[in-house]
C-alpha cells in the first residue's frame, strides 16, 4: 500500500473551536462596550436633568418665599375687592413676572420658573378668601414641569405646497 502525502495545513476541529469562540467572545465585548457607553450617556443626561429640575424648583420656592409677605401685607378681612387690587399692584412691582388669574370664582396667581430650553416649571397658588384664623392665604394648585411651546415658524418658501393648479404636472390626465 501507497501512502497517500497531503500537503496543506491541517485545521483540526479543535482549532475552529477556538477561532469560533474567539469571535464570539470578541462580538459580546464589543456589544459590552456598546451598551455600558449608551447607559454612560444615559446616566448623566438623567443626573442633567435632574439638576436642572431641582434648581428650578429652588428657584420656585425661593420665588414663592417673596410671595408669601406680599400676601400677608395686601390681605385685610373682608375686603376681597381691596385685596386682589394691593396685592394686583404688589405683583406688578416684582422682578419676576407673577400675575393673578381669575376662573370659575377662584383666583390664582400663576408663574414659571425655566428649567432648561425645553422646559419650564409651571407654579399656581389658589388663593384662599377668606381665610380662617388658622387657614393659609393659599394653596398650592399646581406646580409641574411643562414644555415650552413656541408656535412654529413657517417658511413660506421652504413649503412647496400645491396651489389646486395642473400646470407644470406633465402626465397627469383628467377625463370629464
Known amino acids: 500500500m501507497e501512502k ?10 479543535s482549532s475552529l473551536l477556538i477561532i469560533f469562540v474567539l469571535l464570539c467572545l470578541t462580538t459580546f465585548a464589543t456589544l459590552s462596550l456598546v451598551s455600558a457607553n449608551a447607559d454612560l ?3 448623566e443626561k438623567t443626573a442633567r436633568a435632574a439638576t436642572e429640575y431641582y434648581i428650578a424648583d429652588t428657584l ?6 417673596q410671595l408669601i409677605p406680599l400676601l ?8 376681597s375687592a381691596a385685596y386682589f387690587s394691593r396685592l394686583e ?20 396667581i400663576e408663574y414659571t420658573v ?5 422646559l419650564q416649571l409651571v407654579v399656581s397658588l389658589e388663593l384662599l378668601f377668606p381665610p380662617g384664623a388658622e387657614a393659609p392665604l393659599f394653596r398650592r394648585s399646581k406646580w ?18 400645491w396651489n389646486g393648479g395642473f400646470d407644470g404636472a406633465p402626465g397627469l390626465v383628467f377625463a370629464d
Not at 497517500?4 to 476541529?13: R, S
Not at 422682578?95 to 381669575?102: H, N, Y
Not at 409641574?144 to 405646497?161: F, G, K, M, V, Y
Open 144 to 161: 409641574q414641569a411643562e414644555a415650552i411651546r413656541e408656535a412654529p415658524e413657517l417658511d413660506e418658501e421652504a413649503l412647496n405646497l
Open 72 to 79: 400677608q401685607q395686601a390681605y385685610t378681612p373682608g375686603d
Open 114 to 118: 425655566p428649567i432648561n430650553e425645553k
Open 89 to 108: 399692584s404688589s405683583l406688578s412691582e416684582l422682578s419676576f413676572p407673577a400675575r393673578l388669574v381669575t376662573n370659575e370664582q377662584k383666583t390664582f
Open 41 to 43: 450617556r444615559l446616566t
Open 4 to 13: 497517500k502525502q497531503t500537503t496543506g495545513i491541517n485545521v483540526g476541529g
Open 60 to 65: 420656585g420656592e425661593e420665588t414663592l418665599a
